[in-house]
């Protein structure tokens, strides 16, 4: 059997990365011909079999077309007269295009190898235009490469924005928008990911409510070189740092300021109420890319008490404790430490303050900690009934909050 390691394992064993997923391609096979060697099927029409022992993908050779007007999606045509060029040719990117046989010989019809010295990404052929969502594989990939110095090809950025400008951005389905911010989130720079898009004239199409923060002025006090769209590339890029391939936190940290692209002019440079004005946008933003409830829930307990927490350090007990229940810390501890980091992320990704200590965050986490010690148990032991309980809990964690204030 003719097999070939190809795309994502290829190209980070290239660049000296760590292994993530191996994906294979066969090349002369047929279906029954894989079953008959005891390979599994992937789902249905796809021509893709999970090895008996290793369990790793193994596709066959495949040519892909746009199909014709008017239908969706794309006509894939896999036998044993595909050959590794025609299935190499198919690929988005130069670099994505490399096979290696057994013997570790690199195949590279289109100087992918070349393009990864110079770090660059760089289209493998027309056929690039046919499927929009390579507009954001671009923009995710950078996310990820920019920091080793990639950038994206001219004629390649010049394609991604005739892409744009057709309009088919937009029916690109949500699971697949979602997938590569996911994957941008969760690479070292955000930041790349939205600048990528917002070259190639992208952004406003697949996250608007993002888009609309560049060219918002910021308060005088904060950072006045730079607008709010800037503010929240770097603000992206700290919680990338501060919490690497934690897309929960990646996704607060991004949409945290939505508000601000709604603040009335004669109230700018000072955005009082953003925190509160951000939530619908974010909202939409949510549901038009089925966003999971993890994900948007954070995002939108850090949206709406983002300054609370910046605050924390002069909230009173009582205030803290509601900070507390807003955020579900009772039911869902983890939240805070998710909720700390996204501010924290906030805070420091401002330029200057990038190594600034963030005392808001011990402070939160130490006083959670101190209101989840009480135990309802111990008060219900007292003869206490049902709203009375609820009462003597509050107080007993105000109390304990207090306390922990001032030990
Ligand atoms: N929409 C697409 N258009 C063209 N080629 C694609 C597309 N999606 C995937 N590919 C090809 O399939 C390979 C595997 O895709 P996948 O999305 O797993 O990314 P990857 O390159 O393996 O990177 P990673 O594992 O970091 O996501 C790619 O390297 C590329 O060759």
Request: hydrophobic letters at 45%.
């Amino acid at each position: 059997m003719k097999t070939y390691l190809v795309g994502g394992a290829v190209r980070d064993r290239l660049l000296g990365l760590p292994p993530g997923d191996r994906d294979f391609v066969v090349v002369g096979e047929t279906p029954d011909s894989m079953l008959a060697a005891g390979f599994r099927p992937v789902g249905r029409d796809f021509p893709v079999f999970l090895h008996p022992d290793t369990g790793e993908e193994h596709a066959l050779a495949r040519t892909e077309r746009k199909s014709a007007p008017g239908h969706r999606g794309f006509v894939v045509h896999a036998d044993p007269s595909v050959t590794l060029e025609q299935d190499l040719e198919r690929r988005d990117f130069t670099i994505n295009a490399i096979a290696e046989d057994a013997d570790g010989n690199l195949v590279d019809p289109f100087g992918g190898v070349r393009d990864l010295e110079a770090r660059v990404l760089r289209h493998v052929g027309a056929a690039f235009v046919e499927d929009p969502l390579r507009v954001l594989r671009a923009a995710r990939f950078m996310a990820r490469f920019a920091p080793l110095g990639f950038r994206v090809a001219p004629e390649t950025m010049a394609l991604m924005q005739r892409m744009s400008a057709s309009g088919e951005l937009s029916s690109l389905v949500a699971e697949r928008v979602w997938q590569e911010l996911c994957k941008a989130l969760a690479a070292p720079q955000p930041s790349a990911f939205l600048r990528t898009l917002r070259e190639a004239d992208a952004l406003a199409v697949v996250l608007p409510e993002v888009d609309a923060l560049y060219g918002v002025p910021q308060r005088a006090e904060y950072h006045p070189e730079i607008d709010t769209g800037a503010h929240q590339e770097l603000v992206s890029d700290m919680a990338a740092r501060l919490a690497p391939g934690d897309t929960v936190v990646g996704f607060a940290a991004l949409t945290h300021d939505l508000g601000k692209a709604l603040t009335p002019k004669q109230e700018l440079p000072r955005h009082i109420g953003h925190e509160r004005a951000g939530v619908a946008p974010l909202r939409r933003l949510c549901e038009r890319l089925k966003v999971p409830l993890e994900h948007r829930d954070l995002a939108i307990i850090a949206c709406r008490e983002h300054l609370n927490v910046h605050r924390m350090l002069e909230l009173r007990d009582e205030t803290v404790l509601e900070l507390l229940e807003r955020c579900d810390a009772f039911r869902k501890p983890g939240r805070i430490e998710k909720l700390v980091i996204a501010c924290e992320a906030d805070k420091r990704g401002r330029l200057g303050l990038e190594d600034q200590p963030y005392p808001q965050g011990p402070e939160l986490r130490r006083l959670h900690a101190a209101a989840l010690a009480v135990n309802a148990r111990d008060l219900a032991t007292e003869g206490l009934d049902g709203p009375r309980i609820g009462q003597a809990l509050r107080k007993a964690r105000i109390a304990a909050i207090r306390a922990a204030r001032q030990s």
